[in-house]
């Protein structure tokens, strides 16, 4: 006898792509909310921003601009920051964030059966990415020096499928390198496909690629201004490419993907280069003093060009490190990367918050072994 009982329909938590359900998600750094922090687990900058940037978000919160939609293409910011870079605006996207670039490159160009390059060990959420676009993750190690290696500009995955799009951290994260522009100029030539310079700590580093795209349609660059603008908080972002490129990406991206404030900020922000310089020379100067301090401690330390050092000590656990600074209210990154090992990421603070760190990690030495 059939039973009138039907069964009870799949939740919507049930019921979402197996692509979405395998995958464990990005997980961002620890953003204490409450309590007095030494933070430098998230590549934050320590100084306030340009004080132009809150005369132009007082004087769009003082007019009616927040009743209309902003404008789509940011035209404001692409023409002061087309100026500032030698570049034109329709060479210029504008994000909510670099991260927000990364998606809409990611699914402009790789689709069902497609791979995604990148290096490894490198930015996280680009695994992400591909996880819920549904493509491959191609990842290849870095060398011991951190250049990468010949088969990072193959055609074909070692599962045989084709790249489609690749992506290098310039200067990288966890590490702090970077690769010259020649270097990457002969990669973009060898790759099938475009190639994503990802600059999101470019202003801290001695080179950029900006030059690279003025000579090559392949080479496509993207930058922050959550890092050397101070600018975290408002989340803003923009690629440089060619127009062409440009005018393509511009068919994916969400209709408004940047606010009236944060295009605002992020206008001001960008047309103060005397802050940007003092800033980064700030930044420099701390980080040789972090570095220094940390190998006087016994840390190896790599040569930095972003605003973060990488450090890894021989006699000391490096997770038991990060706990005991937590224990004390200083949060910096402990990085873990599957055949490679593990290390801390510290973030370049101001000079009495890195003297705070610096202060506790002898006795913290001390309480930790391997």
Same mark, same amino acid.
């Given at each position: 006898?059939?039973?009138?009982?039907?069964? *009870?329909?799949?939740?919507?938590?049930?019921?979402?792509?197996?692509?979405?359900?395998?995958?464990?998600?990005?997980?961002?750094g620890e953003q204490p909310q409450g309590g007095v922090w030494t933070k430098l687990n998230t590549n934050e900058n320590?100084?306030?921003?340009?004080?132009?940037?809150?005369? %132009?978000?007082?004087?769009?919160?003082?007019?009616?601009?927040?009743?209309?939609?902003?404008?789509?293409?940011?035209?404001?910011?692409?023409?002061?920051?087309?100026?500032?870079?030698?570049?034109?605006?329709?060479?210029?996207?504008?994000?909510?964030?670099?991260?927000?670039?990364?998606?809409?490159?990611?699914?402009?160009?790789?689709?069902?059966?497609?791979?995604?390059?990148?290096?490894?060990?490198?930015?996280?959420?680009?695994?992400?990415?591909?996880?819920?676009?549904?493509?491959?993750?191609?990842?290849? *190690?870095?060398?011991?020096?951190?250049?990468?290696?010949?088969?990072?500009?193959?055609?074909?995955?070692?599962?045989?499928?084709?790249?489609?799009?690749?992506?290098?951290?310039?200067?990288?994260?966890?590490?702090?390198?970077?690769?010259?522009?020649?270097?990457?100029?002969?990669?973009?030539?060898?790759?099938?496909?475009?190639?994503?310079v990802d600059e999101a700590y470019g202003d801290f580093g001695e080179t950029n690629c900006l030059d690279l795209v !003025?000579?090559?349609?392949?080479?496509?660059?993207?930058?922050?201004?959550?890092?050397?603008?101070?600018? %975290?908080?408002?989340?803003?972002?923009?690629?440089?490419?060619?127009?062409?490129?440009?005018?393509?990406?511009?068919?994916?991206?969400?209709?408004?993907?940047?606010?009236?404030?944060?295009?605002?900020?992020?206008?001001?922000?960008? *047309?103060?280069?005397?802050?940007?310089?003092?800033?980064?020379?700030?930044?420099?100067?701390? !980080?040789?003093?972090?570095?220094?301090?940390?190998?006087?401690?016994?840390?190896?330390?790599?040569?930095?060009?972003?605003?973060?050092?990488?450090?890894?000590?021989?006699?000391?656990?490096? !997770?038991?490190?990060?706990?005991?600074?937590?224990? !004390?209210?200083?949060?910096?990154?402990?990085?873990?990367?599957?055949?490679?090992?593990?290390?801390?990421?510290?973030?370049?603070?101001?000079?009495?918050?890195?003297?705070?760190?610096?202060?506790?990690?002898?006795?913290?030495?001390?309480?930790?072994?391997?």
């Amino acid at each position: 006898m059939a039973s009138n009982i039907e069964s *009870a329909p799949e939740s919507a938590a049930a019921l979402v792509r197996p692509a979405i359900a395998a995958i464990a998600g990005y997980v961002p750094g620890e953003q204490p909310q409450g309590g007095v922090w030494t933070k430098l687990n998230t590549n934050e900058n320590p100084y306030p921003p340009s004080p132009a940037v809150a005369e %132009a978000v007082a004087a769009v919160c003082a007019g009616r601009t927040l009743a209309k939609y902003p404008d789509p293409l940011a035209t404001h910011f692409r023409e002061q920051a087309a100026s500032v870079l030698g570049v034109t605006p329709e060479m210029i996207l504008c994000g909510n964030g670099s991260d927000d670039l990364l998606t809409i490159l990611v699914r402009t160009y790789v689709g069902e059966g497609e791979a995604l390059r990148v290096p490894t060990p490198s930015y996280i959420l680009y695994r992400t990415l591909a996880d819920i676009q549904g493509v491959d993750c191609d990842e290849v *190690a870095f060398n011991a020096d951190w250049s990468l290696p010949a088969a990072f500009g193959e055609p074909m995955t070692p599962a045989g499928k084709p790249v489609k799009l690749a992506i290098v951290p310039n200067p990288n994260s966890p590490s702090g390198t970077l690769l010259s522009p020649d270097v990457l100029l002969q990669l973009a030539e060898q790759l099938p496909c475009p190639l994503v310079v990802d600059e999101a700590y470019g202003d801290f580093g001695e080179t950029n690629c900006l030059d690279l795209v !003025r000579q090559s349609e392949r080479v496509i660059v993207t930058r922050s201004l959550s890092k050397s603008y101070a600018l %975290a908080g408002i989340r803003f972002g923009f690629a440089v490419a060619q127009p062409g490129v440009i005018e393509q990406l511009r068919k994916v991206k969400d209709s408004y993907n940047c606010d009236a404030i944060s295009i605002a900020a992020a206008t001001a922000a960008v *047309a103060d280069q005397d802050w940007l310089a003092a800033n980064q020379a700030a930044i420099r100067a701390t !980080r040789d003093r972090l570095s220094g301090a940390l190998r006087q401690l016994g840390f190896a330390v790599i040569d930095s060009q972003a605003n973060f050092v990488w450090c890894t000590h021989s006699a000391h656990s490096h !997770r038991s490190i990060y706990e005991a600074l937590k224990a !004390r209210q200083i949060l910096v990154r402990f990085m873990q990367y599957a055949g490679w090992g593990d290390g801390l990421r510290i973030t370049v603070g101001t000079d009495a918050e890195i003297d705070t760190l610096l202060a506790v990690l002898p006795d913290v030495l001390r309480q930790t072994s391997c």
